[in-house]
């Protein structure tokens, strides 16, 4: 009997891995992405994308569904040498004055100064909600994994599996939450010396270009939205294919809190929550709660 029950789990688990799967997009660009602008300067094939930046032009590609609530990653290498005055994005999007974002940014720099990470957050066309981070590697040399996982508990933003931030919901509060528009994954790089490196200090050196930005592997592992109804089916904790509202993924665990405070120890060089002069002193609500 207990050797049947161990059968009966085992083809439970076989099923329920299977279903999930379902939640997955194909890690193929050029299936999965359309061009936005830049056409003659990027080239995707495959699980490999290649954008390109010169004077004339940079590059943009979108992801053909949106989603809402699950995960996407991808695995990026970032423009060598010196990048200062270029940006590199990454990140989750609607549309309209009171669209919904979640970001991944790349301030380029001059040879031998550090990246950027730059992380933000719109929530019904509120940001303002930067967090920057020096990388504690070289995100040049090799490819990096950075994955926004976004549930109705919370949004975590990672690099190579380790969490760097968390913005939780606190709507409840009266503080905005992206939960109720599906959002399309966007990559692109772009010219932005007028702010990108050191406050527009450093411009872009042309002599320098074409600049390459590179990414492999994007994964969506998402519920596909399909409408307001979705607000609903893609947050409903009894539907299967669901696996971001379990309550595992409400919160980071104790170890990951340990790994985020050590990056944010060490490594954040810029956060929103506390710059009290840029809000002279009336901080944003979040800024009093705990995010974990």
């Not at 872009?204 to 109804?229: D, K, S």
Request: glycine share 8%.
């Amino acid at each position: 009997m207990a050797g049947l029950r161990v059968q009966t789990l085992i083809f439970v688990l076989i099923a329920a891995f299977a279903t999930v799967d379902r939640t997955f997009v194909e890690a193929n660009f050029d299936k999965n992405m359309i061009i936005t602008w830049g056409k003659e300067h990027m080239n995707m094939t495959g699980d490999n994308l290649r954008l390109v930046l010169d004077k004339s032009a940079g590059s943009a590609i979108r992801s053909k569904l949106a989603h809402l609530f699950g995960s996407v990653q991808m695995l990026i290498k970032l423009v060598p040498g010196n990048s200062a005055g270029t940006v590199a994005a990454y990140y989750l999007s609607s549309t309209g004055s009171r669209h919904d974002e979640i970001d991944f940014e790349f301030l380029g720099n001059e040879t031998g100064q550090p990246y950027t990470i730059h992380t933000n957050l719109f929530a019904q066309g509120e940001g303002n909600r930067e967090q920057q981070f020096k990388p504690w590697f070289n995100p040049t040399t090799g490819f990096h994994n950075y994955t926004i996982h976004w549930n109705p508990s919370e949004i975590v933003w990672f690099v190579d599996g380790t969490p760097i931030r968390v913005f939780r919901n606190y709507e409840k509060e009266g503080i905005a939450f992206p939960n109720k528009q599906g959002m399309k994954v966007f990559s692109s790089l772009w010219n932005a010396d007028d702010w990108a490196t050191q406050g527009g200090r450093v411009k872009t050196n042309w002599t320098l270009a074409p600049f390459v930005a590179e990414g492999r592997r994007y994964l969506a592992r998402a519920c596909q939205w399909q409408g307001p109804v979705s607000i609903k089916q893609c947050a409903d904790p009894t539907v299967r294919t669901n696996w971001w509202t379990s309550p595992s993924f409400s919160q980071l665990t104790p170890t990951q809190l340990t790994k985020m405070k050590k990056i944010q120890d060490g490594f954040m060089i810029y956060d929103y929550c506390k710059d009290t002069n840029r809000f002279n002193g009336v901080m944003p609500l979040e800024c009093s709660k705990k995010q974990f």
